[in-house]
């Protein structure tokens, strides 16, 4: 039996959403001190359960506001959720939102080594990977570049790659991939077949069911922040496209 690399265990999230319009930090204030800010519990995800053994490739799949990025966030450790845990194995390397990580003052050059940092690289290894990063996210001539003037596409180029620059244990790959061009996106699964090769364990997220049959070799379907059906990639993405 393969080992558990992520275990969620009755998860559930809440946020608090706000009844009425407040227009000014004033008006807040003294709402919140006369007890007056009214509130919607929303309820994101709601007791989910699922392991992922090591090398499995999982998808996600549901509609838009199924709770599908809030369970990645909280899987790759970004959010806490409001009960239940979540017990992964091993490094993670998360692609959950387009310029997440990055500082749009910043150079491309610049948030290379940002990213490296909050990953756990060293300078020297960075050093040593900059130009393979650089070429794989064809950004050769906007190293010197502030990112705050790169289109969403040159964003997502970035990130996958200084992601993927080093075999992670865990990758987590949310819809950022559907931002570049068709090229990039083809570039892109063929360094997820090769993880895939190297036994790398992979969460995705896609509105591209033909890229969930590719790939995984198991679905999970969210639907209101419950766990709709699990199972067989081919099985669950008949149902879900019936």
Known sequence: MRETVIDVKQVSMHFNLMVER????????????????????FVALNNISFSVQKGEIVGLVGL???????????????????S????????IAP?????????PEL??????????????HTKSFMDKKFDEIIEFAELQNFVDVP???????????????????VQPDILIVDEVLSVGDY??????????????????????????????????????WLDHGQIKDIGATKKVCLEYEG
């Open 64 to 82: 838009n506001g199924a709770g599908k990025s809030t369970l990645l966030k909280i899987i790759a450790g970004v959010l806490k959720p409001t």
């Open 183 to 220: 090229r990039f996106q083809e570039k892109c699964e063929k360094r997820i077949n090769q993880m895939i090769e190297q036994g790398v364990t992979i969460i995705l997220v896609s509105h591209s069911i033909n890229m969930i049959k590719r790939l995984c070799t198991k679905v999970v």
């Open 22 to 41: 407040v227009d000014s930090i004033k008006e807040y204030i003294l709402k919140l001190i006369k007890g007056k800010l009214l509130y919607n519990d």
């Open 95 to 103: 692609l959950i939102e387009v310029g997440a990580g990055f500082d």
């Open 107 to 120: 150079t491309a050059r610049e948030n290379v080594y940002l990213n490296g940092a909050i990953l756990g």
């Open 147 to 165: 990112v705050k003037n790169f289109s969403s596409g040159m964003y997502a180029r970035l990130g996958f790659s200084i992601a993927t620059v």
């Open 84 to 91: 239940g845990s979540v017990v992964t194995k091993g490094s």
